[in-house]
């Protein structure tokens, strides 16, 4: 079988310095690959340098794509050949669609273009591909603005685009990582199904070892510009051969955890009953400048956390759960009952200062939760400003760096870390900074909101492990908020499972996510298989 | 002096652009290599950011020694007694030292008739400092910007000659000296107007952005009212009513020259309050007055530090255009303004415009250079190249 895409010896570069270091592989028609890598590997580079998308970059090496090679050929013929031979969705499609034309327009014209189809016919070969894609009301959907689509629509509808040629070979890059977890399975199978009808090859980038074990039949590893392994899906994973493969494989969080139902008698550390969180929005056009509307973003919620365990909160993007996160933290005004050791949260700022000691936070993004202009100890430290305002400096040195060897951080690792600032860190070590910023106060809850979830997953395995050791330590009681089942299945004690504000199961990790009882929490489950 | 209140007319407003996240996902080692400045320093030592863009900015040689000469010039202006003056800076006469710069003496301790403070320009005097034994040390060009030289040898104007280089205006002031505290002038009112106004536009914008809600609402549009007053047809009534004087112009000047920076300041402060780090100080318990101080401002001081040598050019600019046009300083303080005004009168003394033309260009295009060069060194997308 002569291959479509052949690629030998692929360095790409910037400014002198390598990022893909002479790599080989290549594609058959109608053959599902999956490049695989943590950030920075550079499998993205590795994609947009074979239809030379990559601005600034020195591109060296052979790429045959049907007898000719894609990496000398001229701009024009290249022109050519993108889009209409070869296409391509992006992460992203909010950005990577015109949000000044419908979408039946922008396939379309694609089509007129590429195809040089007429107006009137490409209109209705648009509306066709639309409808492939399984959008419904096709119709109406054609004429409808990229903002007004969900986002796995506008997914769907960059896969239309794509497709509109009847391209040869498709380059996926991270097709569906900016979905929620349900809508992931759905886009693949979309993906496996117009592949095996349309015959093309597809080559898939992603970081997601779930998603290539579904979807891919042969599994290539990149490692900081090193294709390290490749070969077909079933032999990688039943026999990885580098040590970096094996690494990837066995990145899937552990469960480390006391185990053990809470003891009823201990007061818990948080307690929820009827909590309702809402928040004001403006209404459209002349009524709201006189009020405000307000939207509910947590109705009903009862829980209670227990000294030492650990409450996982899961569910979709806009089910609520951050907002849940933010009223746990005293951050939004709620209504209903929220007590943190038997205490509330109330309206003034000094009344609080006690129990902000009691519950501390981890963001998600490790980017912005560090203030880029302060050292390593003014962000630990600042803590102790507040809460311990008479220690002398010295003494809170001191406490900051106990505090960042807890997260495993020390001197001899990072000469002169306490000058340091955040962006000479990577996101794993921001994310340990900030757990150590909560931690100098010694709290008793940690509120966890998708602490790992920006981070790779040999990474993520290491903050779940660091957070484990420290509610066995410490006996912190966690609020997990996330969208990951196995980040849930490796932490939690207790789950909740959050749909459109509300809470739709709750109960022991193993009997929610074992034997789920509403649909809802049993497609989440089956998504994350 | 229409350039002064909306100083965005210059320039790009660079936070807009800085403000935007990378894509969505973008690898965070990719967002790393975009905020490196100085990849092969950071491993000898931590660099905090505001030093990585001076390192930026230093490697741009333009404006870096645009800086250097405009330091250096404001540095001389201010010396510009000891450069530019029209009484010796060191004078002996009949065995006995006199520091006339500092202390005049009447003209009858060095042999003259009258009580009246020595003229050093006077032939006479300059006679007798002639004589053995007594000398008189002069700046390196020998007029105040004050003096009238009574002694030309040409009518006024006159034109560039070895006793004024520059030549005269038309009521016989030295023209170099003029331009020397004319420029002073303009740079310290300059400065003083970019002070203000930055504290001015600082605050209020921080007061905006941070509060969000009603507050900015309600400062918001009592912007847009102060922002709508006609700002020149006050300056001339004010011109009419008050003495002018430096300090009334400062003031008039200052109450309209915060309004664009303010929003700027205030965007920032919007964009910055709702980042984690931001949530993660109110979750520690920080008041509001820590968290705007500690996180909030120094991240939100780019467009700022940006604007600054812009705003520094378009003060100097109002002044000289009010001067031009007779509203700004009182008479007879050397200003740029007024000597184009009578290079405008006196179009045959082409040394009064050219060398005030001179003047104001290189004063604005070294404000300008510096300008662009510190807002590449503070651009995150051109940091990374």
Avoid at chain 1, 198 to 208: C, E, F, P, R, S
Avoid at chain 2, 171 to 182: C, E, F, H, S, T
Wanted: charged share 20%.
């Amino acid at each position: 079988m002569s291959a479509l895409l052949d690629v030998k010896n692929l360095r790409v570069s910037f400014d002198g310095k390598p990022v893909v270091h002479g790599i080989d592989f290549s594609i058959g028609p109608g053959e599902k690959l999956a490049l695989v890598g943590e950030s920075g590997s550079g499998k993205t580079v590795t994609a947009l340098s074979l239809l030379r998308l990559v601005p600034n970059a020195e591109i060296s090496g052979k790429s045959t794509f049907l007898g000719r090679d894609l990496l000398s050929i001229q701009e024009r013929e290249l022109r050519g050949i993108r889009g209409r031979d070869i296409a391509m969705i992006f992460q992203e499609p909010m950005t990577a669609l015109n949000p000044l034309f419908t979408v039946g327009d922008q396939i379309a014209e694609v089509l007129q273009l590429k195809r040089g189809m007429a107006r009137a016919e490409s209109a209705q070969a648009a509306i066709q591909l639309i409808a492939d894609t399984g959008i419904p009301e096709p119709q109406r959907r054609a004429r409808s603005f990229p903002h007004q689509l969900s986002g796995g629509q506008r997914q769907r509808a960059m896969i239309a685009m794509a497709l509109a040629c009847a391209p040869k070979l498709l380059l996926a890059d991270e097709p569906t990582t900016a979905l929620d977890v349900t809508l992931r399975g759905q886009i693949l199978d979309l993906l496996s199904d117009l592949q095996r009808r349309n015959g093309m090859a597809v080559l898939m980038i992603t970081h997601d070892l779930n998603l290539v074990r579904r979807f891919a039949d042969r599994v290539a590893v990149m490692e900081n510009g090193h294709l390290v392994e490749q070969g077909a899906v079933a032999e990688v994973f039943a026999r990885p051969q580098h040590a970096y493969t094996r690494k990837l494989i066995e990145s899937k969080p552990v469960r480390d955890v006391v185990e053990g139902v809470a003891d009823a008698a201990a007061e818990p550390v948080m307690q929820a009953g009827n909590l309702r969180v809402s928040y004001p929005v403006s209404l459209p056009g002349i009524r709201g400048w006189f009020k405000k509307g307000s939207f509910v973003a947590v109705r009903g919620a009862d829980f209670s956390i227990p000294p030492g365990q650990t409450l996982g909160v899961v569910g979709e993007s806009g089910s609520g759960k951050s907002t849940l996160a933010l009223a746990a933290l005293g951050l939004l005004p709620h209504q209903g009952r929220l007590g943190v050791g038997g205490r509330t949260w109330s309206r003034s700022t000094a009344a609080n200062q006690a129990l902000r000691r009691v519950v501390q936070v981890v963001f998600q993004d490790p980017f912005s939760s560090l203030s880029p202009r302060m050292t390593v100890e003014d962000i630990v430290g600042e803590g102790l400003r507040v809460h311990e305002s008479g220690l002398p400096a010295e003494a809170r040195r001191q406490r900051v760096v106990q505090a960042l060897s807890e997260v495993g951080m020390t001197e001899a690792q990072f000469p002169r870390l306490l000058t340091r600032y955040p962006h000479e860190f990577s996101g794993g070590q921001r994310q340990r900074l900030a757990i150590a910023r909560a931690l100098i106060v010694q709290p008793r809850l940690l509120v966890l909101d998708e602490p790992t979830s920006a981070l790779d997953v040999t990474i993520q395995k290491q903050v779940l492990g660091l957070l484990q050791r420290l509610q066995r330590e410490r006996g912190l009681s966690f609020l997990l908020i996330t969208h990951d089942v196995d980040v849930i299945r490796a932490m939690a004690h207790q789950v909740i499972v959050m749909k459109d504000g509300e809470i739709v199961e709750s109960g022991q990790v193993g009997q929610v996510l074992d034997e789920p009882r509403h649909a809802y929490t049993r497609t989440l489950v089956a998504a994350a298989a | 002096m229409f350039g002064w209140t909306r100083v965005s007319g210059l320039t790009n407003p660079p936070e807009a652009a800085s403000g935007r996240l990378p894509p969505e996902g973008a690898p965070p080692a990719d967002r790393q290599s975009r905020i490196r400045g100085v990849p092969e320093k950071e491993t000898q030592a931590p660099v905090s950011p505001a030093r990585r863009a001076w390192l930026r900015f230093k490697r741009s040689r333009l404006g870096f020694w645009s800086l250097v000469l405009f330091c250096a010039l404001t540095l001389l202006s201010l010396q510009a007694e000891l450069i530019s003056n029209d009484k010796p800076l060191l004078a002996r006469y009949d065995g006995q030292w006199y520091l006339p710069i500092i202390r005049n003496v009447p003209e009858t301790t060095f042999g003259g008739d009258f009580q009246t403070p020595t003229d050093f320009l006077d032939p006479f005097i300059q006679k007798q400092f002639e004589k053995p034994g007594n000398f008189a040390l002069y700046p390196l060009n020998p007029y105040h910007h004050s003096t009238i030289n009574y002694f030309a040898k040409e009518p006024n104007p006159s034109a560039p000659s070895a006793e004024n280089w520059l030549g005269t205006d038309d009521r016989g002031r030295d023209v170099a000296a003029r331009l020397l505290y004319g420029f002073r002038i303009s740079v310290l009112f300059a400065l003083a107007l970019t002070v203000i106004g930055v504290a001015l536009g600082v605050i209020t914008g921080a007061i905006q952005g941070f509060f969000g809600g009603k507050t900015d609402l309600a400062f918001q549009r009592f912007i847009e009212i102060w922002g709508s007053m006609p700002e020149l047809y006050l300056l001339i009534i004010f011109a009419a009513v008050f003495d002018p004087s430096i300090a009334l112009l400062l003031v008039l000047l200052s109450l309209f020259g915060w309004m664009g920076l303010s929003d700027y300041v205030r965007a920032e402060f919007l964009r910055n309050r709702q980042l984690d780090y931001v949530r993660a100080a109110r979750a520690l318990g920080l008041s509001n007055w820590q968290i705007i101080w500690r996180h909030v401002l120094p991240n939100s001081l780019t467009p700022v530090v940006t604007f600054l040598p812009f705003r520094m050019s378009a003060a100097i600019l109002a002044l000289t255009s009010l001067d031009f046009l007779g509203l700004g300083v009182p008479p007879g303080t050397p200003s740029l303004g007024e000597l184009l005004a009578q290079g405008k009168n006196n179009i045959d003394a082409w040394w009064i415009s050219l060398s005030t033309f001179g003047v104001l260009v290189v004063t604005l295009l070294l404000l300008t250079f510096m300008g662009d060069a510190l807002r590449d060194a503070l651009d995150p997308r051109k940091a990374e190249q």
